[in-house]
DNA sequence: GAACCCATGTAAGTTGTTACATGATTGA
DNA sequence: TCAATCATGTAACAACTTACATGGGTTC
């Protein structure tokens, strides 16, 4: 039930046409919401059967199979009373955690290969989360200046904010993913068999 | 297809019944993978249709119902391929992000009852996973006990850490949550309408 | 004998993925 | 004119949720 809102929350920014949702949807990390096209299309038509969007052709030209939808009153309430309501958080679901915990059978040099990519996938979503971030700071981000536009000059900074806030969060999660993924890079070279165990060494990784 | 993953590997440790499986994989986040019981009893017919596992009565009587699983080699050798393959980062999806950021259009109450909310839940996340922690380090933890017990002694520490280290990095994504969610209300506070507006006073949290 | 946990199942519906399909427009 | 991108759609399937359904065993 989250993507109807998060499509009444990307046009309570601005119209826009199925495509265009679906390509930000897509650009995989830097969207808080992942969707493909075909979930898209037909959700948009869902809303606009149901009042909460209307579509129009593009006023640009006569062009034959875009749409644009944009949310109405009712669609606004309806995106208001979901803000609104206490979030639900979702059990979770980890890949990457349930098959740490089983790798240990598996050799040492596996472990490491899974926590390398580990690293190497969160080092790219941090640097993803940061462009955004120099965007939003900076007021160059596209979707941020077309939400200031049609607000008032003093909300600027709240709703600014909000959003830095949120990929701040995201750009965190991402340090401390690859601290981690570090971290027990570091405890599992005790276990590599070219080197010495050393059994003076405590495990740093031990305890709360 | 990650499920039946998360049940050969639950049951690489010990074979269990469906409903054994449901429980720990419910205690929602006591787990890294969530299933309810409607998903977890069909999987297992179709583990067993492929050879992946096989069921036996219970020892202790002749219970009617009730059937144990077991791993086969089969589902060993199935469960090994998949530990070896690189696992594939799903798209990220996230309701309380998403809300955040559409959040700059209600009042400043409701952003923060949502934060604090935030808060709370990642709070009592941590409790969670600092008493399994807890369980793992004293080497009271029962499933990590049974895995130990069908593994040499110097396999030990490579097992309970690896367990230790996933439920390390679950404990400080809460921790760095809950320091996020305070970060931002503090933040907010600024725009709290009794109190003056402070001009002076920077935003700590702009800025990479 | 009522309440509660053990134990397993099905059915209907929603959500999300992957693949197939089509055609227009734009720029090299 | 070829390729890329714009633009929308459907179909089949997989994954997951919620609700309904049943019955045994234990304990107060």
Redesign the pocket.
């Known amino acids: ?4 809102y998060a499509l009444l929350g990307f046009l309570s920014t601005e119209g826009a ?7 930000e949807f897509s650009e995989s990390m830097g969207w808080f919401w ?6 898209i ?5 869902r809303l606009e059967d149901e009042g909460m969007v209307w579509s129009h052709p ?1 006023d640009d ?8 939808y944009e949310i109405s009153d009712q669609g606004r309430a309806e995106l208001n009373a979901w803000l609104s309501e206490d979030i ?1 958080y ?2 979770s ?1 980890d890949p990457e955690r349930t098959k740490l915990i089983y790798l240990d059978a598996m050799p040492v040099e596996t472990i490491r290969r899974h926590l390398e990519r580990h690293r190497s996938h969160y080092e790219w979503l941090l640097d993803v989360y940061r462009e955004q971030l120099r965007q939003v700071d900076s007021r160059t981000h596209p979707r941020l200046r077309k939400r200031l536009a049609a607000r008032p000059a003093e909300e600027h900074e709240l709703v600014a904010g909000l959003k830095a806030l949120a990929l701040q969060g995201n750009a965190e999660r991402a340090r401390r993913e690859i601290a981690w993924a570090e971290d027990a890079m570091s405890w599992l070279s005790r276990f590599d068999e070219d080197t010495q165990p050393k059994p003076g060494i405590e495990n740093t990784l031990e305890g709360t």
Do not use: F
């Open positions: 039930m989250s993507l109807r046409s199925g495509y265009v949702i679906a390509r992942h969707a493909s096209h075909s979930q299309y037909p959700e948009l038509r593009p030209n006569g062009g034959r199979t875009k749409r644009i639900s979702p059990p679901r």
